[in-house]
């Protein structure tokens, strides 16, 4: 099999669209994943919120809510002439409290769904109480008793070990090679065990689950098949309708909306995904963009008879400074769940991650990580190339383009270290003087 993507100054485009898109693709009932399960995580997370804002300060001002704020976007970041595509947005949960992610919602939830299953087994919680007392000493002595694992590139690792540790779990990281540095300091100084792995995410997360199957105490997140994590992931949707309604903005047939979406394994966009396609239906239309050489969705998507195929066997090296979406294989859990509700992916070079991470930073003030600045090449794709240009056709969406929302989904950056971040910027203004030659 040859590599599915390649050079984008070449004639190969950069989006693929999906040909199931909008149709009832016959899957066997392998999740049992209802809109009822994310209203019920919903839910979970606000019965937490006091104990959140008693462990994070950070958090006071949103009463424990980890939410993050929808931003307008100048359209020159994504393209000169992007104004005329409609109106754009940034939802940047790189700007999400305490993990600095979009793995934040879910990671979050996952730990907290633990906790009330721990805490309602040992009599901590009783009814009508608050949860505010599993901070207490009590609970955490209760809950210094278990374990949370976790295998990850960094930024779900930062999400279940801080919220682990926080509650008082022992908390335990197994990281790729693709983790940074910085996010694995990170962890450590929150009291996290980080174990570091010179394989990639595959391997840290197979020898996290076997080890975390010897210990009894331990409950292993798995990324690849957690139905919590998925849950908390979709519980944004709800959170970026309100915020569409607060601020007047309309979503329906007349005005569509456009959300692209950065993809490692397929959890947190997926979870997105899924919520979305609940709250606005046809009217919203979902991509994914993973990195030239990572793009594991894709390899799925276009394989569907080829359950659990690689990135390495399609050519792909797995190389990539979104480390955040160095991932092999897809998840098996949301691959199914995406066949008829995702409109497509969207492959994003090197150059253009480096390039976008400096455009969102000069052009709209933000620090973003590239695996979040990933999400412009999905808007640039779509409006940019003959592959977008048919998809609006196709679904007849052209005329309605000037009405229309564009959503790009960041995912991490915030927390980067100064140092770090200045390199890339530097590295992402000499990628786009390269693009613009």
């Not at 070990?161 to 926080?166: D, E, L, P």
């Not at 997105?272 to 793009?295: I, M, N």
């Not at 090449?377 to 564009?406: D, F, I, K």
Request: a negative charge; one cysteine or more; proline letters at 5%.
């Amino acid at each position: 099999m040859s590599r599915v993507v390649e050079d984008r100054s070449g004639t190969t485009e950069p989006l693929w669209v999906n040909p199931e898109y909008g149709t009832k693709v016959a899957l066997a009932d392998h999740a049992n994943i209802t809109i009822s399960d994310v209203i019920a995580a919903q839910e979970r997370l606000a019965r937490f919120a006091p104990l959140l804002q008693k462990l994070f300060p950070e958090l006071a001002a949103s009463g424990g809510i980890v939410e993050s704020p929808l931003l307008p976007l100048p359209p020159e970041v994504i393209a000169a002439d992007a104004a005329d595509g409609g109106t754009f947005w940034v939802k940047s949960d790189h700007q999400l409290a305490v993990a600095g992610s979009v793995k934040a919602r879910g990671g979050f939830h996952e730990v907290l769904e633990f906790a009330e299953k721990v805490a309602l087994r040992h009599g901590l919680l009783t009814e009508g109480a608050s949860y505010e007392a599993l901070g207490d000493s009590a609970a955490r002595d209760c809950f210094a008793q278990y374990e949370v694992a976790v295998g990850s590139t960094g930024n779900l690792g930062m999400s279940i070990g801080i919220m682990s540790a926080a509650l008082g779990f022992k908390a335990t990281v197994h990281m790729s090679s693709e983790a940074k540095a910085w996010k694995k300091r990170t962890l450590r100084s929150h009291g996290v065990t980080v174990h570091e792995y010179a394989g990639d995410y595959g391997l840290a997360v197979a020898s996290g689950r076997q080890i975390a199957e010897q210990n009894p105490q331990c409950h292993f997140v798995d990324d690849e098949h957690s139905t919590s994590l998925f849950n908390g992931y979709a519980v944004a949707a709800f959170r970026l309708r309100d915020q569409f309604a607060a601020l007047n903005v309309t979503v329906d047939a007349q005005h569509p909306l456009f959300v692209y979406i950065p993809c490692g394994v397929g959890g947190a966009p997926g979870g997105v995904c899924y919520g979305l396609k609940h709250v606005f239906g046809a009217a919203v239309h979902c991509f994914f963009v993973e990195p030239v050489d990572s793009s594991c969705f894709l390899v799925q998507m276009q394989n569907p008879d080829q359950p659990g195929i690689s990135i390495y066997d399609a050519g792909q090296h797995n190389q990539t400074i979104a480390d955040g979406l160095a991932v092999p294989t897809a998840s098996e859990l949301v691959y199914p769940l995406m066949r008829e509700r995702l409109s497509g992916i969207v492959v994003a070079t090197e150059d253009r991650m480096y390039s976008d991470v400096w455009r969102l930073k000069s052009m709209a003030g933000l620090k973003v990580e590239p695996s979040a600045a990933a999400s412009a090449s999905g808007a640039r794709a779509l409006l940019g190339t003959e592959a977008g240009r048919n998809y609006l056709q196709t679904h007849g969406l052209q005329a309605l383009l000037p009405q229309a929302n564009h959503v790009l989904w960041t995912t991490g950056g915030a927390l980067m270290p100064t140092d770090e971040y200045d390199a890339l910027l530097i590295a992402g203004e000499e990628a786009d003087r390269r693009l613009a030659a």
